[in-house]
Nanobody
Framework: QLQASGGGLVQPGGSLRLSCAAS????????IGWFRQAPGKEREGVSC????????YYAESTKGRFTISRDNANNMVYLQMSSLNPEDTAVYYC???????????????????WGRGTLVTVSS
């Protein structure tokens, strides 16, 4: 299971840290990705980190602003978001995948497992 948390209301230019708690599977062997979906828009891959943290993906829109990290000992993955703008408003989901494709191109696969999302609202 995956559970995202840490969302909320933040002003433009602000920061938030999202957390993804994993349970019930050997997280060390899974890539963990963050995706988001804004109202009326398609789901977008935001970032991904491989099991050993050797491969990391960022969407162009988040490079330099978002940082993904993981703590395998505690089955946690984090997404530190800074310089947030209204276009970052969305429901954010974490997802797990046993393969390498998700961290290659930010795309989910048929093997991707999804968690519940957390809402991030960037507004003044």
């Amino acid at each position: 299971q995956l559970q995202a948390s840490g969302g909320g209301l933040v002003q433009p230019g602000g920061s938030l840290r999202l957390s993804c708690a994993a349970s019930g599977f050997p997280m060390d062997y899974y890539a963990i990705g963050w995706f988001r979906q804004a109202p009326g828009k398609e789901r977008e891959g935001v970032s991904c980190i491989s099991g050993g943290s050797t491969d990391i993906y960022y969407a162009e829109s988040t490079k330099g602003r978002f940082t993904i990290s993981r703590d395998n000992a505690n089955n946690m993955v984090y997404l530190q978001m800074s310089s947030l703008n209204p276009e970052d408003t969305a429901v954010y989901y974490c997802a797990a995948d046993p393969g390498f494709v998700m961290c290659l191109n930010g795309q989910a696969t048929v093997s991707t497992t999804w968690g519940r999302g957390t809402l991030v609202t960037v507004s003044s």
